[in-house]
């Protein structure tokens, strides 16, 4: 499964998310709202979510194994480096996979 496409929309530096993220693989499949957080270690991603009943968060969409999860963090922080420079917060740009 290649990523072919991902769109980065950076948000206002008000706590510590960065940016909202959606990915599209094989241009046939899109996971809309991966979070790039800042953390302690520096920028990492946080897959869709949601609140469960008992009001733990679960994921809706993640890789099922951690060679995915690297590719997909490596290429999702690459993108929002490369739209750091380009774009002003607030708007989205897309960046070819």
Same mark, same amino acid.
């Given at each position: =499964? !290649?990523?072919?496409?991902?769109?980065?929309?950076?948000? /206002?530096?008000?706590?510590?998310?960065? #940016?909202?993220?959606?990915? /599209?693989?094989?241009? @046939?499949?899109?996971?809309?709202?991966? !979070?790039?957080? &800042?953390?302690?270690?520096?920028?990492?991603?946080? =897959?869709?979510?949601? !609140?469960?009943?008992?009001? &733990?968060?679960?994921?809706? #969409?993640?890789?099922?194994?951690?060679?995915?999860?690297?590719?997909?963090?490596?290429?999702?922080?690459?993108?929002?480096? !490369?739209?750091?420079?380009?774009?002003?917060?607030? @708007? @989205?740009?897309?960046? @070819?996979?």
């Amino acid at each position: =499964m !290649k990523i072919t496409d991902i769109r980065v929309r950076k948000v /206002t530096k008000q706590g510590k998310m960065r #940016a909202v993220v959606s990915v /599209t693989f094989d241009n @046939e499949f899109v996971v809309h709202d991966i !979070k790039v957080i &800042e953390g302690e270690r520096g920028l990492f991603i946080a =897959m869709p979510s949601k !609140k469960s009943a008992d009001g &733990e968060y679960r994921d809706i #969409a993640h890789p099922i194994n951690s060679d995915m999860r690297g590719v997909l963090q490596t290429q999702i922080l690459e993108a929002y480096d !490369k739209a750091s420079l380009e774009e002003p917060e607030g @708007e @989205e740009a897309p960046v @070819e996979g």
